[in-house]
């Protein structure tokens, strides 16, 4: 899936604060008392719902989902509406409290702060009927927030490792790395060869997409950025040995020093021109990089795990993007049949070419890896084993444009891991206090 930048502007930090304000005091009702009365009497119930119009699902699918669950209830009537991400947080912010939208698709990284302003419904008896073992521990946490369930996981995304066995091959590599310092020996090969200048490319630039790029190679390293109970540990030596590494790479050349510039289209960019063995990505790079019209290497590359270290297999970042119910919704009964049945098994195995199920057991349908792809199949049911969320704090946007800046000036050699991340841990401690 394709992803852009997710840093809240100060104009939405300030209504985000100022609904906060307004929810305080007040736990928002998930009985549905109103929906249900409406119900009963035999009136039709509308819900409006908002998703977004640029990866994952396409809107033809999720059109055709809204109809398949309008059939099999007659007296719900769903008005769908796609924006842009950009929009998404704005439209929510604003609309939450009200009611104006009843399911909301949102970011991985939001439904903290949501839960914290009163946004959105707590649904965690309404999970209660769902088969939560079959779901992607990863993908499921990312809904929580201080141990209460604030919405569904419903598109799944997570970062892989893109790499052109070809160039492999040609240094006479055979096998895909399995871990980063295996990926290293391989790079340096590719290098000495003179196969590609710069064997990895990688989203650095001062964006949310360092912050990805950087949770997966932590994660890799066995660090986190806040521990079990939400306490930041920025600092820890796992955390402070990934970014050296990421450093160290870049200063010796084996990482493209524009990677310092890098979003994620540009590193698809970049690998598709065949100037890249390896590659942190989306799923969306799948495609694009085997589009005989678009890319020089279809057919050279595959997609696989993220490598990992002698403390975790494989570490990956979670990108997916859950349903929640607003907190002004009048209908939560009918806007929680609405996400159960989106979110179903039977409509995700049906609905699976450009979005995977967040259900373990698909995994092993036929029928899924068909209109899937076998390699995307495979290379996700593993991936999705090694997921890491970043953190599930209210204060996450604040700490991720620090975090941000912070990083970057590692990678630019302007200060030391070790000191960066002493930085940060401090703010994020203060920021933990408010």
Known sequence: MKKLAKTLSCGLLAALMVLSIAGCGSKASTTGSTSAAASASGEEVTLNALFMKQAGYSEDDVNAMTADFMAANPGIKVNVTFVAYEELEPKILTSAQSGGYDVVLGDCIWPAQFAKAGLVLDVTDRMADLDTSD???????????????????????????????????????????????????????????????????????????????????????????????????LNSPENVAALDFMYQTVADGLTNPKSLEMIEDDVLSTFTAGNAAFALNWTYMNASMNDEAASSVAGQAVIAPIPGTDKAVSATVNGGMPLMITAGSKHPDEAWAYMSFLASKDTQSKYCADALPIWKSLYSDPAVIAAGGEDVVNASNTQYQYIVNRPQVAYYNELSTEMQTELQNVLLGKTTAQAALDGLQAQAEELAKG
């Open 135 to 233: 779901i992607y521990e990863g993908a499921l946490d990312s809904t929580k927030y201080e141990g209460r369930y604030y919405g569904i996981p419903w598109l799944n995304d997570v970062k892989y490792m893109f790499c052109n066995t070809a160039m492999l091959a040609q240094a006479g590599i055979n096998t895909v790395p399995t871990t980063w310092d295996e990926l290293v020996a391989d790079a340096k090969i590719l290098k000495d060869q003179g196969i590609v200048e710069y064997p990895i490319a990688a989203c650095y630039a001062q964006a949310e997409c360092l912050i990805c790029d950087y949770t997966c190679i932590s994660g890799a390293f066995g660090g986190s950025f806040v521990d079990a109970d939400n306490n930041p540990t």
